[in-house]
């Protein structure tokens, strides 16, 4: 029998997503999101949800743009302190030691070290509650060559991405592949 616990944030696995903007005076800043998904493959989008409170969420609105910076495991000490500190009284590049990389393509910085990158336009906001649901437009996506596969697509287990357990408040790594997808249902 399962036991019901209320209306709660309790889905798994959710995404730790480094979201990057710039501010009114062009400083890069970082931070951390793990309310975010693939929302719509045509046009290709994502979605990723901020409080207003968050300084990120004034530079999307003002900046109409953000990048989103998968970081792998090596980076979990970082990607939990850009989620800690706010950009507003806090250079996080600096305090990190990573290096902010200007898009060429929108108006916001990724992060150089994470291997995977998202590089999205603003398409949409909707204000939901405590969260606005910002739904970016993928213009870009870019990978550091040592995560990909021979058909020159991203491997998880290369980019080694960190998920985070809501309500237990934890980071976790991937696991196994467990099969191809689209293919083991046959099988049943």
Known sequence: MKKSMGAKTLVYPTPVWVIGTYDQEGKPNVMTAAWGSICCSQPPCVAVALRKATY???NIMERRAFTVSVPS?????EADYFGIVSGKNTDKFAVTGLTAVKSDLVD???VQQFPMIVECRLLHSFEIGLHTQFIGEIVDVK???AVLNEQGLPE????????YGPGISAYHGVGACLGQAFSIGKRA
């Open 56 to 58: 990120s969420y004034g």
């Open 156 to 163: 998880i287990e290369r980019v080694r991405p960190i998920v």
């Open 108 to 110: 916001a910085p990724y």
């Open 73 to 77: 495991e090596a980076y979990v000490k």
């Open 143 to 145: 990978a550091d060559e």
